[in-house]
């Protein structure tokens, strides 16, 4: 689809036509998007399709807006994912709070965009420990969703496994301790985007998109 048939796309179709440009990679995203009229076109459809994917469970453990961390993680991943986008523009946001204060659910909402887009994730913990019980969260948060076969653990699924998964371009979340990532791994996940976002509750890592 080029320049002139998305301008002549009814408002229903517009934004699933400039999804499927996304997916697609095509050339002229870049500009087409750079319309403001036609990113909240794109920024509506994906949101809504996103929030319609949660489960219940998820959304009672969210204490906080889903739909602005929603919002605010699709805009973060097309600055990322153009032709024309600079590397080091990282946007930072420490997840951080006290018990039950809904970290996990924060964390599984930006899984489930990225799913969604596409884009991997790499979820940093502390420990293996700690790796171990999120990693349960988040399969138990998207139990049901189309979501829920996108989350892997290296304890449990094997890294090839793994690595197959996100370069076909499938997107999903690997739950791995920060020890594993100073070592320079993260199971070689890379996509044909070349995006990976690193999201931790670590001050010193935080919410980043970066080049594989």
């Known amino acids: ?23 697609e990679g095509e050339a002229c995203f870049d500009g087409i998007i750079s319309s403001e009229a036609n990113r909240a076109a794109l920024v509506d459809h994906i949101a809504g399709e996103v929030q319609e994917n949660l ?3 998820l959304k009672k453990k969210c204490y906080f807006e889903i739909d602005k961390v929603v919002e605010m993680t699709i805009e973060r991943l097309l600055e990322g994912s153009g032709t024309g986008s600079e590397e ?22 930006v899984v489930a965009v990225c799913s969604f ?6 979820v940093i913990t502390k420990d293996k420990s700690e ?9 138990r948060f998207f139990k049901g969703t189309s979501t829920e076969g996108n989350i892997f653990s290296p304890y449990i699924t094997r890294e090839l496994d793994i690595q197959d998964h996100f370069n076909n371009g499938d997107g999903g979340a690997i739950v791995i301790p920060d020890s594993t990532v100073a ?18 509750s670590a001050a010193s890592r935080g919410l980043r998109a ?3």
């Open 183 to 200: 070592s320079g791994r993260n199971c070689g996940i890379s996509n044909s985007r070349g995006s990976v976002l690193y999201l931790s």
């Open 1 to 23: 689809m080029d320049l002139e048939q998305i301008e002549k796309a009814n408002e229903p179709s517009l934004g699933p036509a400039l999804f499927h440009m996304y997916e």
């Open 131 to 139: 790796s171990g019980e999120l990693f349960a969260k988040l399969v």
């Open 117 to 122: 887009m596409r884009v991997p994730v790499v």
């Open 210 to 212: 970066a080049k594989s």
């Open 55 to 57: 489960s219940d469970l």
């Open 88 to 109: 080091g523009m990282p946007m930072d946001v420490l997840v951080y709070g006290k018990t039950q204060s809904g970290k996990s659910a924060f964390k599984a909402v």
